[in-house]
């Protein structure tokens, strides 16, 4: 079957850098995707790696290892704002369409 | 700047009742999707479309039913809701069929059925 595990929470001071893991099991694997969800909105669309290797935007970055069935989210120089649940993502499933971990919780503490 | 826009934002419903939540988007795009999201289930999908009356399901797909007779609008209906679906509802949009453009997802609407 289809399954992703991230961990449950994460907590991080500001300032620091915090990683958050991904790891999946599916058929026809395309790519890992990363969304951010803040309490109670809408979860906005982070990054897509299709490739092994890092992608950078800012001061979030994402990378995939398909060897290994991984990958994960950078979040560096944490702000408070960044607190939030992420949510990896991968093509899968029966219907071939967008399968969501069940998300990670990250707290950032001053 | 809403591309996307669910209604309603919030309801109570009795058990029994059919329930109609409504997605609407202003982006032309061909792919629609309904999602729910319970704590420690993250997002199940249970319906999409992939064009005007071409709809499939999804994981989660009992109990519901969607329809989309214009491309800026696609309609779930719960045909008699229970209190197992009590849930957070969002719709998402996307260009493609893949996921590396991202989904865009509305604000949720949050349904308990009592």
């Known amino acids: 079957g289809q399954s992703l595990e991230q961990p449950s929470e994460v907590t991080a001071v500001e300032g620091a850098i915090v990683q958050i893991n991904c790891t999946y099991q599916t058929s026809g694997f395309y790519g890992l995707s990363w969304y951010q969800q803040h309490d109670g909105g809408a979860p906005t669309f982070l990054s897509y790696?299709?490739?092994?290797g890092l992608e950078e935007t800012g001061r979030f970055s994402s990378f995939l290892s398909r060897s290994d069935s991984y990958g994960y989210l950078l979040l560096q120089e944490l702000q408070m704002k960044d607190s939030a649940s992420y949510f990896c993502?991968?093509?899968?499933?029966?219907?071939?369409?967008?399968?969501f971990g069940t998300g990670t919780l990250l707290a950032v503490q001053p | 700047d809403a591309g996307i826009t669910q209604s309603p934002r919030h309801k109570v419903t009795e058990t029994g009742t059919p329930v109609t939540l409504r997605c609407h988007q202003t982006e032309n795009h061909r792919y629609m999707y309904w999602y729910r999201q319970d704590p420690g289930h993250g997002l199940r999908l249970i319906h999409y479309s992939y064009g005007v009356k071409d709809t499939d399901k999804g994981e989660v797909s009992d109990g519901y039913s969607v329809s989309r007779s214009k491309t800026e609008d696609f309609l779930l209906t719960l045909e008699s809701a229970t209190s197992s679906q009590t849930s957070v509802y969002f719709c998402a949009i996307s260009e493609s069929s893949g996921q590396g453009d991202g989904y865009t997802f509305g604000s949720g609407t949050r349904l308990t059925v009592v």
């Open positions: 993502a991968v093509y899968g499933g029966a219907t071939n369409k967008l399968i």
């Open positions: 790696n299709a490739l092994d």
